[in-house]
């Protein structure tokens, strides 16, 4: 396969793509210099939307070559599809707060606002989008989902972000009870990942 660069600032989606791509005996580089690129607004009132805005704005500093993003998050039938496209960003419209445990602070106001919510109606699903895109042009997204139950309280040290609280029924674990190597046969970003994958054999070429 050919050269593909994967923009993200999120360490976890990192080591994710790592354990998907080892699965499968590709490799992946990360976007050189992305800490020197300012971010784009993710301002996309979908994933779709979103993940495409970050392929093409990173795409732009590396003329011609590849380059895969991913947008992604946690949907809770019971807090109405919240958090949603906001999922990153949870915490932080709730009360402004942009410290670096906001993934902490993401999940405590999901559990505390699921406190009163009956077990058999915890479902949620892990949702997530990949945009490959080319000198500022998406040339196809794949998506992928997980479906799971919002447990009561955080279970398991691996992972990031809602895994400590996504329980998936299937292997009786919580995402963050996975290796990366394990979590991505079951995930979300494991299966856009194999999608994005096909096409890549299909149109790209061994
Ligand atoms: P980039 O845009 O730089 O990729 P980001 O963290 O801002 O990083 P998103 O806007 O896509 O990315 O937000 C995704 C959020 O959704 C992430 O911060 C987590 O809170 C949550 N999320 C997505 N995938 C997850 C996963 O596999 N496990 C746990 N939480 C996940």
């Known amino acids: 396969m050919r050269r593909i660069l994967v923009a993200t600032s999120n360490a ?34 979908s994933f779709e939307a979103n993940a495409c805005l970050k392929s093409e ?16 998050g946690l ?21 402004g707060y942009t410290g670096n445990d906001i993934d902490d602070r993401n999940n405590a106001l999901v559990l505390e606002r699921m406190a009163q919510v009956p077990d058999g109606t915890r479902s949620g699903r892990f949702i997530c989008v990949l945009a490959l895109a080319r000198d500022g042009a998406t040339l196809a997204t794949f998506s992928g989902k997980a479906e799971g139950v919002i447990m009561r309280s955080l279970r398991g040290d691996n992972g990031f972000g809602y895994d400590p609280m996504f329980y998936f029924p299937e292997i009786g674990k919580t995402f963050a009870e996975l290796s990366a190597e394990e979590k991505s046969q079951f995930s979300h970003r494991g299966a856009a990942f194999r999608k994005f994958l096909d096409w890549a054999d299909s149109k790209l070429g061994a």
Do not use: M
């Not at 704005?57 to 992604?72: E, F, K, M, W």
């Open 57 to 72: 704005y990173y795409s732009r500093h590396v003329p011609g070559q590849l380059v895969l993003a991913d947008d992604s």
């Open 12 to 45: 976890g989606k990192i080591r994710d793509f790592i354990g998907a791509a080892r699965v499968h005996g590709v490799e992946l580089d990360l976007l050189p210099d992305y800490k020197q690129i300012d971010p784009p607004i993710e301002d996309g009132d």
């Open 75 to 95: 949907a809770v039938d019971a807090l109405g599809g919240a958090p949603g496209v906001r999922s990153a960003r949870y915490a932080t419209d709730e009360n």
